[in-house]
C-alpha cells in the first residue's frame, strides 16, 4: 500500500526561484515531447517514451542548456507522465469511457510541480535535500516510516508543498460486524440511520462575499501588473482556504466511518446530472460529495469494510422504512415524512426525512449482501 504525506516547505526566495525554474522546465519538456509524440503519430509512426527522451537528450545540451541548472527529473519525468496519460487515454477509448487526450500545460494556468525520484533527495529532521539546491526547511517530518517511493513537489496559491510517496505494508484488516446507513444531502452534510447528524458546512457560502470582492477587485487591475499578480494570488488564497476548511471535515468524517462500521451503505448518486441543475450545482460542489464517497470507498477498504452502493432511484426518502409505504407526492421542501398505513407502528408519527432515509439506505444494502441481522442502533463511537 502505498500513502502520500503532503508538507509544507519554507524555502527561501532562492529555493522559490529555483522551484519555479524546475516546474517550468518540466512543462517545458512536457509540451516538446506532447509536440513531438503527436508529429510522429500524425507520420505514421511509433512513438514511445524512452524515444523520445534519446531524442531529446540528443539536442538537449545544444539548444536547452538551461535545462541543466535544475535536477534530472524535471527533464526525465515528463516523458514518462506522457506515456502514462497516453495509455489511459487509450485505454479509456477501448471501455468507452471519455478519458481526455493529454493536452499542452499553459505557463500562466498549468499548476507548477515537478518530480523528483527516490534517489535525487534525503530527508532529514524538519527538511528535504534536493539536488542542485541543498537543504529546504519543512513545517514538519515524515510521519509514515516505510519504504520511499518518490515526492512532488507543487505549488498551491504562495506557498510551496511537497507531497513524498511511502510504500507500507498491507494493514492487518479488523472485521467489524457493524452496518450503517448514511443519506447525504445539502441540508445536511450525512445523516446516519443511528441518528447521529452531522451538518454541511457550506465553507464556500461562506467566503463567497470575500470572493466576489477580490474577484471584482483582480479584474480591474491592468493585464501583466505586478498589482494584478498580487489580486490573482489574494483569490487563489482564498480557493485554497475554502479547500483545505472542506478537506478537513470530509477526512475526519470519512475516517470515524472507516473505524467504526464494517458495512456501509450509501445511495449511488448520479453527481454528474446533480451538477447541471443551475440551481443546485454551486451547493453540490460545496458540499463535495463526490470526494466524500471517493474517500469513503478508499478507508473503509483500507481497513477490511466494505461500502453498498444503494441504486441512485431507490425511493428512501419517499418510503417508510417500517412498512414501506410511499408518499408519491413528496418534494424537496418536505422535510418530514409521515406513514399513512394505519397497520404500521409509525401511523402518523412525522419521521425526519433524512433519517427515514438512511434507514432505508440501510436496509437495502443489507437486502443486497444478504444480511438482515447487522444493523446498529447506538451511535459511531458506541459501535467499535
Known amino acids: 500500500m502505498i500513502k502520500a504525506h503532503k508538507i509544507r516547505l519554507h524555502p527561501t526566495e532562492e529555493q522559490k526561484t529555483y522551484f519555479a525554474k524546475a516546474a517550468g522546465t518540466s512543462r517545458f519538456v512536457w509540451n516538446w515531447a506532447l509536440a513531438e509524440w503527436n508529429r510522429q503519430y500524425e507520420a505514421g ?7 523520445l527522451k534519446k531524442q531529446f ?7 536547452y542548456p538551461w535545462t541543466w541548472e535544475v535536477t534530472k527529473n524535471a527533464s526525465d519525468q515528463p516523458f514518462l ?5 497516453w495509455a489511459a487515454y487509450f485505454d479509456g477509448l477501448k471501455q468507452g469511457k471519455k ?12 499548476k ?15 527538511r528535504i535535500w534536493i539536488p542542485k539546491l541543498g537543504w529546504v526547511n519543512m513545517a514538519e517530518t515524515l510521519r509514515f516510516v516505510g519504504n520511499v517511493r518518490g515526492a512532488r513537489i507543487t505549488k498551491t496559491a ?6 513524498i510517496q511511502v510504500e507500507l505494508p498491507d494493514p492487518v484488516p479488523v472485521k467489524k460486524p457493524v452496518a450503517v446507513g448514511i443519506d447525504v444531502g445539502l441540508n445536511r452534510l450525512a445523516t446516519l440511520s443511528t441518528g447521529e447528524k452531522v451538518e454541511n458546512q457550506a465553507f464556500l457560502k461562506t467566503a463567497l462575499k470575500k470572493l466576489r470582492q477580490a474577484n471584482k477587485r483582480l479584474h480591474r487591475r491592468k493585464l501583466g501588473s505586478k498589482n494584478r499578480e498580487k489580486a490573482r494570488r489574494q483569490v487563489a488564497r482564498l480557493h485554497y482556504k475554502v479547500t483545505c476548511l472542506r478537506d478537513d471535515v470530509l477526512h475526519k468524517l470519512t475516517t470515524q466511518l472507516a473505524n467504526c462500521y464494517g458495512i456501509i451503505g450509501i445511495e449511488d448518486l448520479n453527481l454528474k446530472g446533480l451538477l447541471k441543475n443551475r440551481q443546485l450545482a454551486r451547493s453540490f460542489s460545496d458540499a463535495g460529495l463526490g470526494k466524500l464517497l471517493n474517500l469513503l470507498l478508499s478507508k473503509v477498504g483500507q481497513r477490511g469494510g466494505q461500502v453498498i452502493k444503494v441504486g441512485r432511484f431507490f425511493p428512501s426518502s419517499k418510503a417508510c422504512h417500517c412498512c414501506g409505504w410511499k408518499w408519491e407526492a413528496m418534494t424537496l421542501n418536505d422535510r418530514t415524512l409521515v406513514c399513512l398505513n394505519p397497520s404500521c407502528p409509525y401511523y402518523q ?17 443489507l437486502r443486497l449482501i444478504g444480511l438482515i441481522d447487522q444493523a446498529v ?5 458506541d459501535a467499535t
Open 57 to 63: 537528450n540528443e539536442i538537449r545540451r545544444a539548444q
Open 377 to 381: 442502533g447506538g451511535t459511531g463511537s
Open 45 to 51: 509512426e511509433k512513438p514511445t517514451a524512452f524515444k
Open 112 to 126: 507548477l510541480s515537478f518530480y523528483l525520484a527516490n534517489d535525487q533527495f534525503e530527508l532529514g529532521d524538519h
Open 349 to 365: 408519527c412525522a419521521q425526519d426525512r433524512d433519517h427515514n432515509a438512511s434507514l432505508n439506505i440501510l436496509n437495502e444494502a
Open 158 to 163: 504562495d506557498w510551496w508543498f511537497v507531497s
Open 81 to 85: 507522465d506522457l506515456a502514462k496519460a
Open 99 to 110: 478519458t481526455g487526450r493529454p493536452t499542452f500545460k499553459s505557463k500562466k494556468k498549468s
